[in-house]
């Protein structure tokens, strides 16, 4: 199989349905985002180097493939069919209890952050915008996506956030708050 296809030298790419719409088209960039967010958080976990924080995100990054498929498949006519290319409400259940494990270890946020710290912190904390940016466009599409994918995206921007501080806890990081 070679990597070049030629199908998308005119601008346009195909959906999962085989529609075929321009590259600039908001579905596209929504899932475009999406990717961009997963290679930054392999990025992160290149820098992170915690054992409990890697498992996580391996997760997610799998489930970002998902969130991915869902966006490329506006009819909902194929993605439904795929188990792997389906998310579910648990997997933000999850994301929550990682958020509420990852803040036990974390003494409490009083003001808001200065993004950075450690390279797996900063990591973090650039993958956490690339996710606002990726559920800005996902909230925006026409027709609207299934309500799951906006929650999961949503609680994932949280768990980024307390990641990138419990990186830097465990690192001994202090974090810069915003006076």
Known sequence: MKIYTRTGDAGETSLFDGTRVSKADPRVAAYGHVDELNAVLGVARAAARDPWIDGCLDRIQIEL????????????????????????????????RWIDEAEAELPPLTRFLVPGGSPGGASLHLARTVCRRAERRIVGLDPPVDPVLIRYVNRLSDLLFVLARLVNHLGGVVEIEWN
């Open 65 to 96: 493939f998902a969130v991915g498929a869902a966006l490329a498949d506006p009819t909902s006519r194929v993605s439904p069919r795929i188990s792997r290319a389906r998310l579910d409400a648990d997997a933000t259940t999850r994301l929550e």
